[in-house]
């Protein structure tokens, strides 16, 4: 007996569609960083610039600490909303729980 699921989308497109929309707004690189002044972006595969905190966001992955992120450097991110809007609130770098391995 097949599910519904299975019924609708047999092929898997679907499901395939939908991890390709979520990976391109939590995928994307670095746009700038500035240690200095505390700010930094990440420009979203879906084209959206989010800003991030320097001394706030959590790095995980490849990089532990901010001074070694580069401009154009792949990264995965999770954002939170924050009272000046949203913002990026962890950054993994290489290969990342996002990609296959375990979080923290």
């Known amino acids: 007996m097949s599910s519904r699921r299975e ?14 929309t979520l990976r391109a707004r939590f995928e994307g690189h670095i746009h700038n960083v500035e240690v ?9 595969l879906d084209g959206r610039k989010l800003d991030f ?3 706030a966001v959590r790095l995980m992955g490849n990089i ?5 992120l580069r401009v ?3 990264v995965t991110f999770d954002v939170s909303q924050t009272a000046a809007g949203p913002r ?5 770098t290489g290969d990342g729980p996002w990609r296959g391995e375990a979080a923290e």
């Open 53 to 55: 905190m320097p001394s």
């Open 72 to 74: 154009g450097q792949p």
């Open 7 to 20: 019924d609708r989308d047999p092929e898997g497109a679907e499901t395939d569609a939908l991890l390709n």
């Open 64 to 68: 532990t600490k901010v001074e070694a």
């Open 88 to 92: 990026i609130s962890r950054l993994w």
């Open 36 to 44: 200095v002044r505390d700010t930094g972006s990440v420009l979203a």
